[in-house]
């Protein structure tokens, strides 16, 4: 592997979504700074990336905490030109309108959206006296449906894309590819898992087809990382052959 | 006239679209409560409707705080059956990313998003016990694209929209009438008419085929009143007939 | 009923949608012109239609010739001045994509897009010298989404919404309206009742909250008309409240 | 090179994008079969692929007439199994609706439209019994938007998406990865030089930034092909850096 002078920060690396964009960006040489919530959670990450010769840093991140959000982006910066900053905070919940609290509305909203605002900003202003840069926001089914019981989560949701969308259009002639990726599926993680089977039984799970690997998700971040600036795209959706759509 | 035992909510009843939205169904007979920041200046409207007869009662009111939201409905309900709650405040700003300050981006939010969320769940709860009514949001070209600059409004319109999609999903089938319009196009407002003029200079007010009669959207939402529940509409936009889209 | 000296064209005057329109609009005073494939079986609509003191005509009419279509409206317009045109030629099948017969994507697309065009331009040619007109595009769910077995029929309605776009576009500024009506349902016709029953069974017929009444249509073009030109609808789309979306 | 027994067609093969797809996946080991209206036109591409070691074939080929592509393809498949159909014909016209002859609307529609739907659904005969391939879809900023001018192109262009869409819906379950790519901008040919230059003068071919370069355009079917089953991408739009959009 060769190492790059180069940083990629994932703000919400999450066990599954994130960890593997972490692991992709890893093994084609960058150092990797990944953010969450609680940061010890990162260490098997770390050791996972360590163990095959990969350089990164596992943080604690309020990522709703504007001056955190800068100060781990200036950090990042510091170690290398941050090169890829991506965003993949999740939220999703769902409730009858009378039983979403200002409480739930609020917390989605400042997790889902308000901190994707933060970190593409804090971003900017590092990419942009440099004149290159990406900025990658993760997206949802419900950041083109608002579904019945999704009003706090697809409200937050569509707010990331417009921010994204804006982004996108003032940056993108100053050479910083903006991208939103719209995985218009379940995802297969713990959570998602138990949810199914919740809602539909142990079958929901017999196939397999319809739950995304994570690692597909990072794919097709690479994907987007490697385009050429003459023909970037903004925004792009996944989901598994199998699924209904 | 012919008095109405219902009742009409405008939150977000400005000089322009608000007022006329207040007099248009004033002059069908409903009862109308006018609700904005500073009550005071529903002066000239409450004596206009008055002066022709209608109902009409002026409040003030920071649509941001759920409890004034939730006694100002509940006050209008007291009146008479809440028949229509229109949600029609706006916070139109645009600044390049670097500039969106956290300040801006949460209150245009808060202005426009969440006041939105309080406003229609709100009425929820008075109109779903009763299986009726009618909750409508306003909307804009931001509702759509996410431009250049408009990070902060955008974030923020595609968020209502999204409150407003959910809604309309759930209470649907509840008989309750929830739509989004959207006004694709500047609405003929002192703060507009300034805006065009610093932009393009005094030359782009010389066409009035451009800038929308505030009363031609009142026209709009009477239109979706008057629908049968057979075929509501959810969106629909409008725009002045010259207008370039 | 105050006669008026104006014509309005339906173009697919079928026995549920089509003739609610020309019901609708006759009532208002127009002189209705009816065109439909066999004009024979016009006779019922036009004696309704007479036995109220409406004014309508019966055509038989080949939509997708373009000569008969010229001379259809062309005739209209020299009873009175054409103001309304409506298309409303519909051709919904479905089939398999290898089941999918060049007959049949050809008949649909000539029925559904082709006409359509036909329909608008000619309309355009009679309007456009006298500065005013409405051309009204009926569409369905299949407008805005290509759902497996539609390629057919989904690619002639995607076809003849962006024939009504640009349209618009170009012609709006010169005080024509353009518009295009989404019906997001079923309406409630002899064959979608049949369809419905064969896929669902009897129950399916069961909830009238489903089926949307063709009037409520005529009801819709009845408001796109009326909107003054300061705030027209290009698009909106019409559903019945307990639609699933 | 290592090469492949497998198969791509391109259906458009014209001097630019269609050529450079071909060449990209001619290096890539697949034996590319180019079919054109004019097959001698080919003979610059084919000799330039065959100078790198690359398998290619050109053919003559009216892509609106169902035998000869039902027979292209089929050749095709004979070779080596077909795993890649890419539709690349283009017909882009702009007119005034009046001036919007049926000719022309016609035309276009049967190259742009038709002649996909041909190409679709012959690739699918052959793929279906082997449950494997992928059915690329050229697409442009007409795709999605009815711009004034536009009637016969964007109409061509909506009908194609939606084939597109239909397709995808039915056939992705079955293995085969259907996907649409808009291309949201001029691409680098002569004929946009002609016409930019034609339109905004000489200084429009200024700014290279805004013309996509053909092989970018490669590049992006190129990723389309990479993905992995378990996270294909429908639709995706593409455009330079420096593009308003």
Redesign the interface.
């Known amino acids: 592997m060769e190492k790059r002078n180069a940083t990629v920060a994932v703000i919400g690396a999450g066990d599954f979504i994130g960890a593997e964009i972490a692991k992709r960006f890893a093994r084609e040489g960058f150092a990797v700074f990944a953010g969450r919530r609680n940061g010890e959670k990162l260490e098997p990450l770390v050791k996972e990336v360590e163990a095959f010769g990969g350089t990164i840093f596992g943080r604690s991140l309020d990522a709703r905490n504007?001056e955190e959000v800068a100060a781990f982006l200036s950090d990042v910066d510091k170690h290398a030109p941050l090169e890829v900053c991506i965003f993949n905070v999740g939220a999703n919940v769902n409730f009858?309108?009378?039983e979403?609290t200002?409480r739930v509305?609020?917390k989605v909203?400042e997790m889902a959206?308000?901190a994707g605002?933060?970190a593409?900003?804090e971003a900017?202003?590092l990419m942009?006296p440099r004149g290159r840069g990406n900025i990658f926001f993760t997206g949802a089914t419900?950041s083109l449906?608002?579904?019945?019981?999704?009003?706090a989560f697809?409200?937050?949701?569509?707010?990331?894309?417009?921010?994204?969308?804006?982004?996108a259009?003032?940056?993108?002639?100053k050479?910083i590819?903006v991208a939103h990726l719209i995985i218009d599926a379940g995802v297969d993680t713990a959570w998602v898992r138990q949810r199914r089977e919740q809602i539909w039984g142990k079958e929901a799970l017999d196939n397999p087809?319809l739950l995304?690997?994570p690692a597909?998700?990072a794919?097709?971040y690479w994907?987007l990382y490697?385009?050429?600036?003459?023909?970037?795209?903004?925004?792009?959706?996944?989901?598994?052959?199998?699924?209904?759509?």
Not at 145 to 151: D, E, H, V
Not at 169 to 173: D, F, K, Q, T
Request: net charge positive; with cysteine; charged share 25%.
């Open positions: 504007e009858p309108i009378l979403t200002d509305f609020r909203w959206c308000w605002f933060l593409g900003r900017t202003r942009l419900a449906r608002g579904g019945s019981g999704y009003a697809s409200s937050a949701k569509f707010g990331l894309r417009a921010v994204a969308q804006a982004m259009r003032e940056l993108g002639p050479n590819h087809d995304m690997p597909s998700v794919d097709a994907q490697q385009q050429p600036r003459s023909a970037w795209t903004f925004e792009m959706e996944i989901r598994p052959f199998g699924e209904k759509w």
